[in-house]
Protein backbone atom coordinates (compact mmCIF):
# COMPACT_ATOMS: atom_id res chain seq x y z
CA UNK A 1 0.00 0.00 0.00
CA UNK A 2 1.20 3.75 -0.59
CA UNK A 3 2.04 4.28 3.27
CA UNK A 4 3.86 0.51 3.58
CA UNK A 5 0.92 -0.49 6.05
CA UNK A 6 0.21 -4.14 5.63
CA UNK A 7 -2.83 -4.97 3.91
CA UNK A 8 -4.64 -6.01 6.89
CA UNK A 9 -8.29 -5.63 7.08
CA UNK A 10 -10.70 -7.05 10.24
CA UNK A 11 -13.56 -9.03 9.39
CA UNK A 12 -16.78 -8.11 10.87
CA UNK A 13 -17.55 -8.95 14.71
CA UNK A 14 -21.08 -10.95 15.08
CA UNK A 15 -22.10 -12.17 18.15
CA UNK A 16 -22.84 -15.93 19.14
CA UNK A 17 -26.02 -16.89 20.60
CA UNK A 18 -26.92 -16.44 23.79
CA UNK A 19 -23.38 -13.85 24.28
CA UNK A 20 -25.70 -10.82 23.73
CA UNK A 21 -24.68 -7.40 24.93
CA UNK A 22 -22.11 -5.76 26.59
CA UNK A 23 -22.47 -7.57 29.99
CA UNK A 24 -22.60 -11.29 28.44
CA UNK A 25 -20.13 -10.58 26.38
CA UNK A 26 -18.11 -9.72 29.25
CA UNK A 27 -19.26 -11.82 31.79
CA UNK A 28 -19.26 -14.87 29.26
CA UNK A 29 -16.03 -17.00 30.41
CA UNK A 30 -17.08 -16.54 34.19
CA UNK A 31 -20.18 -18.39 33.37
CA UNK A 32 -19.33 -20.65 31.02
CA UNK A 33 -15.75 -21.54 31.99
CA UNK A 34 -14.67 -23.05 29.06
CA UNK A 35 -11.88 -25.43 28.73
CA UNK A 36 -8.38 -24.99 26.89
CA UNK A 37 -6.53 -27.82 27.32
CA UNK A 38 -2.67 -26.86 26.81
CA UNK A 39 0.20 -29.62 28.15
CA UNK A 40 1.96 -28.30 31.20
CA UNK A 41 4.71 -27.12 29.72
CA UNK A 42 8.17 -25.87 31.72
CA UNK A 43 8.18 -23.30 34.42
CA UNK A 44 10.28 -20.19 34.39
CA UNK A 45 11.24 -18.07 37.24
CA UNK A 46 12.45 -14.22 36.28
CA UNK A 47 14.21 -12.99 39.16
CA UNK A 48 14.21 -9.05 39.44
CA UNK A 49 17.20 -6.55 39.56
CA UNK A 50 15.79 -3.81 41.58
CA UNK A 51 16.92 -4.88 44.65
CA UNK A 52 13.16 -6.59 45.81
CA UNK A 53 13.84 -10.15 45.63
CA UNK A 54 10.81 -10.71 43.61
CA UNK A 55 10.29 -13.60 41.29
CA UNK A 56 7.63 -13.49 38.47
CA UNK A 57 6.67 -17.17 37.34
CA UNK A 58 5.75 -18.38 33.67
CA UNK A 59 4.68 -21.09 32.19
CA UNK A 60 6.52 -21.55 28.56
CA UNK A 61 4.95 -23.90 25.91
CA UNK A 62 6.51 -25.41 22.85
CA UNK A 63 4.42 -25.84 19.52
CA UNK A 64 4.48 -29.95 19.30
CA UNK A 65 7.08 -31.81 16.59
CA UNK A 66 7.03 -30.10 13.44
CA UNK A 67 4.53 -27.51 13.93
CA UNK A 68 7.56 -25.99 15.92
CA UNK A 69 8.74 -23.59 12.72
CA UNK A 70 11.23 -21.31 14.68
CA UNK A 71 8.72 -18.64 15.57
CA UNK A 72 9.45 -16.02 18.13
CA UNK A 73 8.19 -16.88 21.02
CA UNK A 74 5.13 -14.93 21.94
CA UNK A 75 4.69 -13.32 25.28
CA UNK A 76 1.04 -12.99 26.93
CA UNK A 77 0.14 -10.30 29.68
CA UNK A 78 -2.79 -10.89 31.55
CA UNK A 79 -5.40 -7.89 33.05
CA UNK A 80 -6.21 -6.54 36.40
CA UNK A 81 -6.66 -9.46 38.71
CA UNK A 82 -5.65 -12.07 36.21
CA UNK A 83 -3.02 -14.54 35.54
CA UNK A 84 -1.36 -17.06 33.23
CA UNK A 85 -4.50 -19.29 33.79
CA UNK A 86 -7.21 -16.59 32.65
CA UNK A 87 -9.07 -18.28 30.12
CA UNK A 88 -8.50 -15.31 27.52
CA UNK A 89 -4.90 -16.58 27.94
CA UNK A 90 -5.03 -19.47 27.73
CA UNK A 91 -7.20 -19.56 24.53
CA UNK A 92 -5.04 -17.11 22.78
CA UNK A 93 -2.12 -19.70 23.63
CA UNK A 94 -3.90 -22.42 22.05
CA UNK A 95 -4.33 -20.24 18.75
CA UNK A 96 -0.69 -19.40 18.58
CA UNK A 97 0.97 -22.59 20.07
CA UNK A 98 -1.54 -24.17 16.28
CA UNK A 99 0.44 -21.55 14.65
CA UNK A 100 4.05 -22.62 15.69
CA UNK A 101 4.96 -20.26 17.89
CA UNK A 102 6.32 -21.02 21.56
CA UNK A 103 4.32 -18.90 23.92
CA UNK A 104 5.01 -17.82 27.84
CA UNK A 105 1.96 -17.42 29.79
CA UNK A 106 3.38 -14.41 32.31
CA UNK A 107 1.95 -14.54 35.74
CA UNK A 108 2.76 -10.62 36.38
CA UNK A 109 4.51 -9.01 39.64
CA UNK A 110 2.27 -10.18 42.27
CA UNK A 111 -0.31 -12.29 40.46
CA UNK A 112 -1.16 -15.77 40.67
CA UNK A 113 2.01 -18.26 41.60
CA UNK A 114 3.73 -14.94 41.38
CA UNK A 115 2.40 -13.68 44.43
CA UNK A 116 3.93 -15.98 47.32
CA UNK A 117 7.33 -14.32 45.88
CA UNK A 118 7.25 -11.24 45.33
CA UNK A 119 7.05 -8.26 47.88
CA UNK A 120 5.41 -5.50 45.26
CA UNK A 121 2.51 -5.77 42.90
CA UNK A 122 2.03 -5.09 38.93
CA UNK A 123 0.57 -2.17 37.59
CA UNK A 124 -0.55 -0.50 34.27
CA UNK A 125 3.03 1.09 33.06
CA UNK A 126 5.09 -1.79 34.88
CA UNK A 127 7.27 -1.86 31.69
CA UNK A 128 10.36 -2.87 33.13
CA UNK A 129 9.41 -5.99 34.58
CA UNK A 130 9.13 -6.79 30.97
CA UNK A 131 11.87 -5.62 29.85
CA UNK A 132 13.85 -7.74 33.02
CA UNK A 133 11.92 -11.41 31.53
CA UNK A 134 13.05 -10.74 28.07
CA UNK A 135 16.67 -9.97 28.64
CA UNK A 136 16.67 -13.11 30.73
CA UNK A 137 15.51 -15.50 28.03
CA UNK A 138 17.36 -18.52 27.73
CA UNK A 139 19.34 -17.79 24.10
CA UNK A 140 17.21 -20.36 21.91
CA UNK A 141 14.24 -18.29 22.91
CA UNK A 142 16.02 -14.72 22.73
CA UNK A 143 17.64 -15.50 18.72
CA UNK A 144 14.25 -15.76 17.67
CA UNK A 145 12.81 -12.60 19.21
CA UNK A 146 9.63 -12.14 21.08
CA UNK A 147 5.65 -11.08 19.86
CA UNK A 148 3.77 -9.37 23.07
CA UNK A 149 0.08 -9.83 23.46
CA UNK A 150 -1.72 -8.32 26.62
CA UNK A 151 -4.90 -8.10 27.44
CA UNK A 152 -7.19 -4.86 29.54
CA UNK A 153 -3.92 -3.80 31.76
CA UNK A 154 -1.68 -5.69 30.40
CA UNK A 155 -2.26 -4.44 27.49
CA UNK A 156 -1.83 -0.97 28.51
CA UNK A 157 1.87 -2.47 29.54
CA UNK A 158 1.93 -4.05 26.16
CA UNK A 159 1.59 -1.07 24.08
CA UNK A 160 3.54 1.83 26.76
CA UNK A 161 6.76 -1.07 26.59
CA UNK A 162 6.16 -1.54 22.38
CA UNK A 163 6.47 2.73 22.65
CA UNK A 164 9.75 3.07 24.86
CA UNK A 165 11.97 0.55 22.59
CA UNK A 166 15.07 -0.67 24.42
CA UNK A 167 14.20 -4.02 23.63
CA UNK A 168 16.41 -6.57 25.33
CA UNK A 169 15.67 -9.48 22.29
CA UNK A 170 14.17 -8.32 19.07
CA UNK A 171 10.17 -7.07 18.79
CA UNK A 172 8.77 -8.43 15.97
CA UNK A 173 5.30 -7.55 16.64
CA UNK A 174 2.46 -6.35 19.50
CA UNK A 175 -1.13 -6.56 20.19
CA UNK A 176 -3.32 -5.14 22.54
CA UNK A 177 -6.79 -6.30 23.27
CA UNK A 178 -9.50 -4.01 25.72
CA UNK A 179 -6.80 -1.87 26.64
CA UNK A 180 -7.56 1.12 28.76
CA UNK A 181 -5.60 3.88 27.48
CA UNK A 182 -7.15 6.55 28.74
CA UNK A 183 -6.50 4.94 32.49
CA UNK A 184 -8.16 7.92 34.62
CA UNK A 185 -11.58 8.05 32.38
CA UNK A 186 -11.40 4.04 32.83
CA UNK A 187 -11.14 4.57 36.54
CA UNK A 188 -14.39 6.66 36.64
CA UNK A 189 -16.16 4.66 34.38
CA UNK A 190 -15.56 1.51 36.16
CA UNK A 191 -16.06 3.37 39.68
CA UNK A 192 -19.46 4.39 38.32
CA UNK A 193 -22.77 3.05 39.61
CA UNK A 194 -23.93 0.77 36.46
CA UNK A 195 -20.55 -0.97 37.36
CA UNK A 196 -20.95 -1.24 41.06
CA UNK A 197 -20.97 -5.25 40.51
CA UNK A 198 -17.88 -5.42 38.31
CA UNK A 199 -15.97 -3.15 40.78
CA UNK A 200 -17.02 -4.19 43.99
CA UNK A 201 -15.64 -7.76 42.99
CA UNK A 202 -12.64 -6.51 41.65
CA UNK A 203 -11.49 -4.46 44.35
CA UNK A 204 -12.69 -7.20 46.76
CA UNK A 205 -9.91 -9.37 45.11
CA UNK A 206 -6.95 -7.28 44.94
CA UNK A 207 -8.00 -6.60 48.75
CA UNK A 208 -7.65 -9.81 49.47
CA UNK A 209 -4.81 -10.81 47.87
CA UNK A 210 -3.15 -7.99 49.76
CA UNK A 211 -4.63 -9.39 52.97
CA UNK A 212 -3.29 -12.76 51.92
CA UNK A 213 0.65 -11.67 51.47
CA UNK A 214 -0.05 -9.04 54.00
CA UNK A 215 3.35 -10.66 55.58
CA UNK A 216 5.44 -10.23 52.14
CA UNK A 217 4.06 -6.54 50.89
CA UNK A 218 3.61 -5.32 54.64
CA UNK A 219 1.70 -3.65 56.54
CA UNK A 220 1.49 -0.16 55.77
CA UNK A 221 -0.19 -1.41 51.92
CA UNK A 222 -2.16 -3.83 53.54
CA UNK A 223 -3.68 -1.56 55.57
CA UNK A 224 -3.75 1.54 52.91
CA UNK A 225 -5.56 -1.21 50.52
CA UNK A 226 -8.08 -2.21 52.86
CA UNK A 227 -9.36 1.09 53.63
CA UNK A 228 -9.95 2.09 50.09
CA UNK A 229 -13.20 2.68 49.04
CA UNK A 230 -12.66 2.39 45.34
CA UNK A 231 -10.80 1.64 42.27
CA UNK A 232 -9.57 5.38 42.17
CA UNK A 233 -8.65 5.58 46.07
CA UNK A 234 -7.24 2.41 45.98
CA UNK A 235 -4.31 3.90 43.17
CA UNK A 236 -4.36 6.89 44.73
CA UNK A 237 -3.64 5.10 48.30
CA UNK A 238 -1.73 2.44 47.02
CA UNK A 239 -0.59 2.44 43.71
CA UNK A 240 0.64 5.69 43.56
CA UNK A 241 2.91 6.18 46.45
CA UNK A 242 4.05 2.73 46.62
CA UNK A 243 5.60 3.51 43.23
CA UNK A 244 6.57 7.04 43.95
CA UNK A 245 3.88 9.08 42.02
CA UNK A 246 1.74 11.76 44.44
CA UNK A 247 -1.46 10.04 43.65
CA UNK A 248 -3.61 8.71 41.22
CA UNK A 249 -3.82 11.21 38.77
CA UNK A 250 0.06 11.35 38.42
CA UNK A 251 -0.19 7.43 37.98
CA UNK A 252 -2.72 7.71 35.33
CA UNK A 253 -1.03 10.60 33.55
CA UNK A 254 2.22 8.70 33.54
CA UNK A 255 1.38 5.78 32.58
CA UNK A 256 -1.52 6.07 30.54
CA UNK A 257 -1.13 4.17 26.93
CA UNK A 258 -2.78 7.00 25.16
CA UNK A 259 0.15 8.97 25.11
CA UNK A 260 2.62 6.51 23.82
CA UNK A 261 0.67 5.33 20.77
CA UNK A 262 2.41 8.07 18.55
CA UNK A 263 5.79 6.55 19.18
CA UNK A 264 4.90 2.79 18.50
CA UNK A 265 7.36 1.59 15.78
CA UNK A 266 6.62 -1.49 15.38
CA UNK A 267 3.64 -3.51 14.19
CA UNK A 268 1.07 -3.96 16.57
CA UNK A 269 -2.49 -4.75 16.34
CA UNK A 270 -5.09 -3.07 18.53
CA UNK A 271 -8.73 -4.73 19.26
CA UNK A 272 -11.72 -3.02 21.13
CA UNK A 273 -15.14 -2.60 21.55
CA UNK A 274 -17.01 0.40 21.43
CA UNK A 275 -19.50 -0.63 24.11
CA UNK A 276 -16.61 -1.92 26.58
CA UNK A 277 -18.48 -1.28 29.90
CA UNK A 278 -15.24 -0.85 31.43
CA UNK A 279 -13.70 1.63 29.06
CA UNK A 280 -15.29 5.04 27.73
CA UNK A 281 -15.39 4.95 23.80
CA UNK A 282 -14.01 8.32 23.51
CA UNK A 283 -10.09 7.84 23.64
CA UNK A 284 -10.48 4.89 21.21
CA UNK A 285 -12.98 7.31 18.81
CA UNK A 286 -10.53 10.27 18.83
CA UNK A 287 -7.41 8.93 18.18
CA UNK A 288 -5.63 9.58 14.65
CA UNK A 289 -4.93 6.43 13.93
CA UNK A 290 -3.68 6.80 10.67
CA UNK A 291 -1.25 9.44 12.07
CA UNK A 292 0.92 6.20 12.77
CA UNK A 293 1.17 3.39 10.05
CA UNK A 294 2.45 0.81 12.94
CA UNK A 295 -0.73 1.21 14.80
CA UNK A 296 -3.58 -1.75 13.40
CA UNK A 297 -7.20 -0.80 14.60
CA UNK A 298 -9.54 -3.54 15.02
CA UNK A 299 -12.26 -1.70 16.82
CA UNK A 300 -16.01 -3.12 16.74
CA UNK A 301 -19.55 -1.72 17.90
CA UNK A 302 -19.75 -5.00 20.46
CA UNK A 303 -18.25 -7.36 22.20
CA UNK A 304 -17.83 -6.11 25.75
CA UNK A 305 -14.49 -6.11 27.99
CA UNK A 306 -12.41 -8.94 27.07
CA UNK A 307 -15.07 -10.69 25.21
CA UNK A 308 -15.71 -10.83 21.36
CA UNK A 309 -17.49 -13.87 21.53
CA UNK A 310 -18.31 -14.64 18.12
CA UNK A 311 -19.89 -16.58 15.51
CA UNK A 312 -16.51 -18.84 14.62
CA UNK A 313 -15.15 -18.35 17.41
CA UNK A 314 -13.36 -15.60 19.47
CA UNK A 315 -13.39 -12.66 17.53
CA UNK A 316 -9.88 -11.11 18.96
CA UNK A 317 -7.92 -13.95 18.23
CA UNK A 318 -9.56 -14.46 14.76
CA UNK A 319 -7.95 -10.44 14.13
CA UNK A 320 -4.86 -12.17 15.36
CA UNK A 321 -4.93 -14.66 13.38
CA UNK A 322 -5.39 -12.44 10.33
CA UNK A 323 -3.06 -10.14 11.62
CA UNK A 324 -0.32 -12.59 12.38
CA UNK A 325 -0.70 -13.87 8.62
CA UNK A 326 -0.15 -10.65 6.95
CA UNK A 327 3.40 -10.66 8.92
Not at 62 to 78: F, I, K, N, S
Not at 95 to 119: D, E, K, M, Q, Y
Not at 310 to 320: E, I, N
Request: charge should be positive; proline fraction near 10%; charged fraction near 20%.
Amino acid sequence: MADGRLPFSPPPFRPRFPWWGRHLQTIRNTLAKPVYPLPPGTEMRFAMADGSGDVLLGRLNHPEGAADAGRPLAVLLHGLTGSADSFYVRATACLLLARGHPVLRLNLRGAGPSAPGCTRRYHAGRTGDVRRVLGLLPPDLAERGALLIGWSLGGNCTLKFLAEGDFPVPVHAGAAISAPIDLAASSRLFGSPPNRLYHNRLLGQMKADMQDNRARVGDRWADAALSARDLWDFDDKVVAPWNGWSGAPEYYAVNSALSFLPRIGVPTLIVHALDDPWIPPAAYLEFPWSDNPWLYPAISRAGGHVGFHGVGGVWSDRCLDLFLDRL
